[in-house]
Each structure stands twice: as C-alpha cells, then as structure tokens.
C-alpha cells in the first residue's frame, strides 16, 4: 500500500509563493494525487487533484514528477487566509477504493 | 444543492453511554466516509461505505463501533459504551461513485465524553 509523508509543519510570510512537497513511494499505477484544506473547526476542503505533470486551478498549482513518487502542491501568492492544515492523499484510481491519506502539514502564513 | 449534512454539530455523552452520530450525503452521492480527529492530530480513516455495503472499515475500532448506511436514510455510526478517548471530532464525506478522491466533508460532530 503507498504511504504518504509530507512535513509536519511550514511557515510562510505573505505574498510569498508556498510549496509542499508529500512523497508516496509506494504509489500505484493507477493512483491519483489529490489535495485538501482544513481550516480549523471545520470539514476538509477539496483543493486539486493530478495523476502526472501538472495541473492548476484557480486556487493552486500541482507538480507531479515522471516517477510520480512525490508531489507538489503549490499555493501562490499566500495570504493570512491560507493558514490551514493540507492534506495529501493518494488512492482511488481503477478499481483501487483505498484511500491513504497524509497526516497533514500546518501551514501558518504570518503578516 | 446542499452539502454533507451531519447532526448532531455537538454532543456530550456519559462515559458508559452510546453515541449516535448521522451523516446524509449530498444528493447523487452514493459513498459515504467517516473519519475520525483527536484534538490536535491529523484526520484519521475509519470506515468506506456505499448504499448497504461496508467497502472498507480498516480504519474501525474491532470494539464498540458500527456503521452503517441503509437503502433509505441517513448513514449512521455508532459508538457503544464510549470512554473518554472517544472524545473527537467525526467528519463525514460524500462522494460521487466515480470520483472518490474528490470528497466533499460534512461541518463535523464534535463528541465530548464526560
């Protein structure tokens, strides 16, 4: 089963650009690489998924290598309002319905 | 089209007692997820279900939780004779049975056992 690791915590100031980098080694074939936002008190929030390269949303970027080994969520131009936990997950492509999430990375976004 | 749906937001249980905690999907969604998050931790797995059918309970305690989501009606789990380790948030997601990476998370039961 792959197994994802991402840092445990991250600081940042505003306006800068933030990047979070979760490895899963382990990853199946047929798995994507999705993405969420918890802000505190409340449910995850889906952010971005990927199965290679990139791909970007309004709201971030998401680098994956040829090896897709790891990942990278990119959140550009953070604010105040980025302050969150961000959780990697990686699973639920094909006929594979496990999901294996991260244990999450703290962002705190300082003034 | 409203979201995941979870009741009760709050409650507080006796140690001994049992805790009912209801989850209803957004419409169309058939897989319903329940996870689990001490005070200060990530978010933990607990149980897959779609419509009838337990799709994966790695994640489930071997004693004292349930869960079930029936034919007609909310997605329930159960937690008999909690102790004060229950004590946690329970989130709640749905999803479309063709996208389940892209869940979309109820506002939370925040259960607190005295």
């Known amino acids: 089963l792959a197994k994802t690791t991402q840092p445990i915590s991250m600081d940042s100031y505003e306006g800068q650009e933030v990047n979070i980098t979760c490895s899963h080694n382990?990853?199946?074939?047929?798995?994507?690489i999705t993405w969420y936002q918890q802000f505190p008190s409340q449910g995850p929030r889906f952010i971005i998924q990927?199965?290679?390269?990139?791909v970007t949303n309004e709201v971030a970027s998401l680098f994956i290598p040829a090896d897709r080994k790891s990942s990278t969520l990119s959140l550009p131009r953070v604010s105040l309002s980025d302050t969150a936990v961000y959780y990697c997950?990686?699973?639920?492509?094909?006929?594979?319905?496990?999901?294996?999430w991260g244990l999450g990375t703290s962002l705190a976004v300082n003034p | 089209n409203a979201g995941v749906m979870q009741n009760p937001r709050h409650l507080v249980r006796r140690r001994g007692q049992e805790a009912r905690l209801r989850c209803s999907p957004m419409?169309?969604?058939?897989?319903v997820y329940w996870y689990r998050q001490l005070p200060e931790e990530g978010l933990k797995f607990m149980v897959y279900?779609?419509?009838?059918?337990?799709?994966?309970e790695s994640g489930m305690p071997k004693e004292r939780f349930s869960a079930e989501f029936p034919k007609e009606g909310p997605s329930i789990l159960r937690i008999q004779q909690v102790v004060r380790g229950d004590s946690a948030a329970y989130f709640c997601?749905?999803?479309?049975?063709?996208?389940?990476?892209?869940?979309?998370f109820g506002p939370g039961t925040r259960l607190t056992v005295l």
């Open positions: 997601a749905s999803s479309p049975p063709n996208s389940i990476n892209e869940q979309f």
């Open positions: 419409k169309g969604h058939s897989h």
């Open positions: 279900l779609q419509k009838e059918n337990i799709i994966d």
């Open positions: 382990n990853i199946a074939t047929n798995d994507y």
């Open positions: 990927g199965y290679k390269t990139k």
């Open positions: 997950l990686v699973g639920g492509g094909g006929n594979n319905r496990k999901l294996i």
